[in-house]
Structures are given as structure tokens and as C-alpha cells.
């Protein structure tokens, strides 16, 4: 983290979990920050942003119930576990998923092809369901088990993220 604000932001989130919890999340803070994503208060979350393309790719914070939760940004992945594909499967199955009008030419928040950067979940008929890409979303119960792929699936966002964001290749 780039300021003590930032680190008092972290550490104030932190001290609300429990220990497993805190493990568990102080390992995804501290890989998104070796990335260069600032953590930001937005409303009683935080948000992590890069310096050189602005766009989130994750957010922590409390539910109702004061369990923790974390969102990623993950849409420019592919070859995700089943559970990941799960996840998506929920976000595009819900009662008003959030289209990806970028396939319609109806959006231009994102850069890059439309279908580079949308989740994409087939369902078990066949057809291929799609989520707007520029929506973190939400991981539950996080294990140890998730922990390396959580880091590849925000490892290749951020490739993705400063190729066509910040017009950087790594």
C-alpha cells in the first residue's frame, strides 16, 4: 500500500475478521497491492483501482451480518475452475443479470473485443449466457483453497486490464 491512509484503511477492515478470515484476506489485499491496485473507501467498502487504467477489479467489505465478502473482476479469464464457473452461471442466471451490451455495440466502458472481456457461461443445454465484464463479482465462502486462483484469475484481469486499459503490455 502506497499511504499510511491506505494501510489504516486495510488494517481497519482487517480487524473486524476473524483470524482464519483475516489470513485469508490480508493474502488477496497484499497480491493486489504487489499489482499496484490501491485500496479506496467507496461508501463502507473498499475498492482496489490501478493508477494506470482506473477500473476495479475487486472490492472488500461487510455484509449485513458483518461476514465478510470479496467481489473480483475476472471476466477476461477463461479455463476458471468450476466453481468460478459456477459463480458466473449465478451472475447470468439471476432475475435481472447485467447485460453485456458491449456485444451490441451499446457500450464502451471497457476496451478491447466484446467477447474478450464479458463473462461467458454455458449453460447445460448449450447455450451461451453473457454478464457485463465490467462488474466485479461476488466470491463466497472463501477457503485456503481458494487462495492461487484467486491470484491467477486477478493476475490475468491485470495483464488484460493494462494491455487494453492502460495501453501497457507485461
Not at 22 to 38: A, C, D, P, V
Not at 73 to 102: H, L, M, Q, T
Not at 146 to 156: A, C, F, G, S
Request: with cysteine.
Amino acid at each position: 500500500m502506497k499511504t499510511k491512509k491506505q494501510e489504516e484503511l486495510i488494517n481497519s477492515y482487517l480487524s473486524t475478521l476473524e483470524e482464519d478470515d483475516k489470513t485469508l484476506y490480508l493474502k488477496i489485499i497484499l497480491y493486489l497491492s504487489e499489482l499496484g491496485y490501491n485500496p479506496q473507501k467507496q461508501r463502507s467498502n473498499i475498492i482496489f483501482k490501478h493508477d494506470s487504467h482506473n477500473k476495479q477489479i475487486g472490492k472488500i467489505g461487510l455484509k449485513k451480518d458483518l461476514s465478510p465478502f470479496f467481489q473480483l473482476r475476472f471476466s477476461a479469464c477463461r479455463g476458471y475452475s468450476a466453481r468460478f464457473d459456477s459463480i458466473v452461471g449465478e451472475a447470468v442466471s439471476k432475475k435481472k443479470p447485467r447485460e453485456a451490451n458491449c456485444l451490441k455495440g451499446e457500450c464502451a466502458w471497457c476496451a478491447g473485443e466484446p467477447l474478450t472481456h464479458v463473462y461467458i457461461y454455458t449453460a447445460p443445454d448449450g447455450e451461451k449466457k453473457y454478464h457485463c465484464g465490467a462488474v466485479p463479482l461476488e466470491i463466497p465462502h472463501i477457503t485456503a483453497k481458494d487462495i492461487e486462483e484467486i491470484k491467477r484469475l486477478i493476475y490475468e484481469e491485470h495483464i488484460y486490464l493494462m494491455k487494453h486499459q492502460a495501453g501497457i503490455t507485461i
